[in-house]
């Protein structure tokens, strides 16, 4: 079990991560990638990607990368660095710029806790090798155009929905709330967040600093932490994956100049297609809200309002969660797309 130890001060200085954080999506999605399960959601990104790999042009290149991620157990605390939630860019930089101390230490834990023999680029990423580092955060970038770039606004789209829910529980239960939110996945207890399924016994004190939660899609169904208390403490936890992920290609594309047109266009043709007050409702949901929000917007009884809402998430345009009282709906990937045309 992970227990996580909250002052009043980290409770004060605890918040959610504004955005998908593309470093640590990467890095998740290597231990998927890798790993045993066999989920029916995430097959075909799986097939997909792994014929990628297989279709790289220059063999090994990504060798040292999925060896410094197995998939299951430690990984280097280093290939996600806090600063990836400034970006890839500002995570990649952080990366080459890890200190030697701290390469040598993660690599001296990962080899003692992986069986399997890593390859010998791994010594030299050790003494700080620049060139290694290079090389590292290049293949990061190979790896991220096949696995994360194709369904990137699929990722954004589950990780938006469930900050929406995130969002919900601090203004209406404060961070206390949006902490016991995560049931039940993570259990807040009189100021300590547990994580019943945490691998090893660990505990961890905040010491004034708050934690970071950071929402992914590729996180299994047990939240991640770092291992080194003295980096800034982050909690990455899953995120209801919405039905998976579909390459969007075409998405976002198009002349700029025809942006406004194109957006009145698709706003009559969504109306053509599920009527006026259903298009319309799939729009007020677009940053999440309830029922009762939806009826208020739209001047619309809740029940009518809870129809028309069971009728968009039958048909998987948007998915919605029961929070005690109040029933939270999001747009799924699908519905963001419908909207977005």
């Known amino acids: 079990m992970l227990r996580i130890v909250f002052s009043s001060e980290d409770i004060a200085r605890t ?3 504004p955005a998908a954080d593309e470093v640590w999506e990467l890095v998740l999605s290597l231990h998927l990638l890798q790993g045993r399960s066999r989920d029916p959601v995430m097959a075909g990104w799986r097939r997909e990607v792994a014929g990628g790999i297989r279709r790289e042009s220059t063999p090994g290149r990504l060798r040292l990368l999925l060896a410094l991620n197995p998939p299951r157990g430690y990984f280097p605390d280093f290939l996600t660095p806090y600063a990836s939630r400034y970006g890839i860019e500002a995570g990649l930089d952080a990366v080459r710029s890890t200190p030697v101390s701290s390469l040598e230490r993660d690599l001296t834990v990962l080899a003692s806790e992986n069986p399997l023999p890593m390859p010998g680029s791994a010594v030299a990423l050790a003494r700080g090798d620049v060139s290694v580092l290079r090389h590292l955060t290049d293949s990061m970038r190979t790896y991220r155009e096949m696995a994360i770039t194709p369904y990137w606004q699929r990722i954004q789209a589950a990780v938006e929905a469930d900050r929406s829910r995130r969002a919900r529980a601090l203004l209406d239960d404060g961070t206390e709330g949006l902490l016991a939110s995560l049931r039940p996945m993570a259990r ?5 967040l547990e994580v019943p399924d945490y691998p090893v016994d660990r505990e961890v004190h905040l010491g004034g600093r708050g934690m970071l939660l950071v929402p992914s899609f590729f996180c299994a169904r047990i939240p991640v932490t770092l291992v080194d208390p003295e980096l800034p403490p982050v909690l990455v936890y899953p995120v ?11 998405e976002g594309a198009g002349p700029a100049g025809m942006a406004g047109t194109g957006r009145e266009n698709g706003r009559a043709a969504l109306a053509a297609l599920l009527g006026r007050t259903r298009a319309t409702v799939l729009e007020a949901v677009g940053d999440g809200c309830s029922t009762g929000e939806v009826a208020r917007r739209l001047h619309i009884s809740p029940a009518a309002a809870s129809q028309h809402t069971t009728v968009l998430r039958n048909a998987g345009l948007l998915v919605s969660h029961r929070d005690r009282n109040t029933v939270l709906h999001t747009l799924t990937p699908l519905g963001r797309a419908m909207l977005n045309a």
Request: without cysteine; charged residues 15%; aromatic residues 6%.
């Open 15 to 17: 918040r959610v991560a």
């Open 188 to 192: 807040w207890n009189s100021g300590v």
């Open 240 to 250: 209801d994956r919405l039905g998976g992920l579909t390459p969007a290609p075409g």
